[in-house]
């Protein structure tokens, strides 16, 4: 398989070449050059994500070194469970939870997947790669987990300073050993800004190699259609009926990842798009007029983005808007909103949702009530939950009026001691704290 920047079709690279690189050359977002044609009933035998994962990504890195060693590495990532949870009183619908992996959200599948290829990539190369990471949410910690005390790798986590809940900022600073925890006194975007400096600075370059592994990389894409494949698969074979998804989207990763699995035959409806009031996408298929825009901060933070970067890789798949707006539509949901529907779903289900969660089933809910009630609305519908609500406390637990019980991964993380350093939104600063010896 190659794959293609966004920008230049002509430009393509192996599976390896271009998760190393994050970024085509040209700027550009790798993208498949070509679509393998998965057979849902070969997939239907594996019953292990692990097992369905080597199976379903196979062609993606086929004539690859790395490819005997896909089974090794999907072993690896997919080492804890999606499962796809009926809700009692709605029996057509379920909740995909992507939270049990050790950092609480579906971003350890991409993470995981991601540290396991590089780790192997890169056995034969002494010199220590650094990772760069620019985080306001779960990234951070999904990526310091799955490289923390990986030999030749070290990890730069940077975070806004007092702009992330004390609960996330635990999960940033729990590491030691090879990661490092930058407090940057700035935005997310001030933090943005120092990791695309330091991919340009000849002193930092000559320090150490660099590389990232924020959310266009394709090492955290590919793996994310897996769980969207075991869930239709399930559906499919409980009800013979195809899927359809409500995804809470920012930088429309996860999304991607589902249409890719509906691009490869796995039996997938209706893809919606849940976003909060970050509604660069809802209104742009629903206006036509492309307006990135800053962001503005909400409940759902992980989902603040208002220039989400995968637009490109959605819109060189889908060039005219009709076509975009057959494949997915969107909706946005204000903070209001989402405080209602976390109570509600607590009253009505039983369900503690974090934000973003409650996005996807307040818009899940708004399809139905358009339908005329869930009895009416077509086909078999999946709410995808994206955190689990306990790295949300300060948000959901006045809203529910009682404690949420903390998985033990996320206890055992939240015990630890933390530590990190703090620099100015400044190039000079954050040479310093990554030259500085490790604590
Ligand atoms: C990152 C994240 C999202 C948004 O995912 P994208 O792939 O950026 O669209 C949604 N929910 C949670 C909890 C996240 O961490």
Redesign the pocket.
């Known amino acids: 398989m190659r794959y293609a920047s966004t920008r230049d079709p002509a430009g393509t690279a192996g599976f390896g070449e271009a998760l190393q690189r994050g970024l085509a050359p040209d700027g550009g977002l790798y993208v498949p050059t070509s679509w393998p044609h998965a057979q849902p009933e070969d997939l239907a035998q594996d019953r292990s994500l692990a097992r369905l994962a080597t199976r379903l990504l196979a062609p993606f890195v086929a004539g690859e070194p790395i490819a005997g060693e896909l089974e090794a590495i999907t072993d690896e990532a997919f080492s804890f469970p999606a499962p796809l949870v009926p809700l009692d009183s709605g029996p057509k619908l379920s909740i995909l939870e992507l939270f049990h992996g050790p950092t609480a959200?579906?971003?350890d599948f991409g993470a995981r997947f991601l540290a396991a290829t590089f780790g192997r990539l890169r056995r034969s190369n002494p010199q220590p790669l650094t990772i760069l990471v620019a985080t306001s949410?779960?990234?951070g910690g999904a990526v310091a987990a799955a490289f923390h005390g990986r030999a030749h790798f070290e990890v730069g986590v940077l975070f806004p300073k007092g702009l992330v809940s004390p609960t996330q900022e635990r999960q940033l600073t729990c590491w030691g050993g090879n990661v490092r925890s930058i407090a940057v006194h700035g935005t997310f975007d001030d933090c943005q800004r120092l990791v695309k400096q330091a991919f340009t600075d000849s002193t930092l370059r000559e320090q150490a190699e660099l590389s990232s592994a924020n959310?266009i990389n394709l090492g955290r894409l590919l793996p994310q259609m897996v769980y969207y494949a075991a869930a239709s698969l399930q559906i499919h074979r409980q009800h013979g009926e195809r899927a359809s998804f409500v995804i809470?989207?920012?930088?429309?990763?996860?999304?991607l990842a589902c249409i890719w699995a509906r691009q490869v035959g796995l039996p997938i409806e209706r893809i919606v798009l849940a976003h909060n009031a970050n509604r660069t996408v809802t209104d742009y298929l629903q206006g036509g007029e492309w307006r990135p825009r800053p962001s503005v901060a909400t409940l759902?933070s992980?989902?603040d983005?208002g220039n989400p970067s995968n637009m490109e890789r959605l819109r060189a798949m889908f060039p005219d808007l009709d076509g975009l707006r057959t494949a997915v539509t969107a909706d946005s949901v204000e903070d209001v909103d989402i405080r209602r529907r976390i109570r509600l779903g607590f009253e009505q289900y039983g369900q503690i949702w974090?934000p973003?969660t409650a996005t996807a089933a307040e818009v899940y809910h708004r399809l139905a009530a358009r339908a005329g009630g869930a009895d009416r609305l077509p086909g078999r519908w999946v709410v995808v939950a994206?955190?689990h609500p306990a790295k949300f406390p300060e948000i959901v637990e006045p809203l529910i009026g009682r404690v949420i019980p903390v998985p033990d991964a996320l206890a055992r993380l939240l015990a630890r001691p933390t530590a990190c350093t703090e620099i100015a939104a400044d190039l000079a600063e954050l040479r310093a704290a990554l030259s500085r010896r490790r604590v």
């Open positions: 959200a579906f971003k949410g779960d990234t959310s809470p989207s920012g930088n429309l990763g996860n999304a759902a992980a989902m983005v974090c973003h994206t955190a």
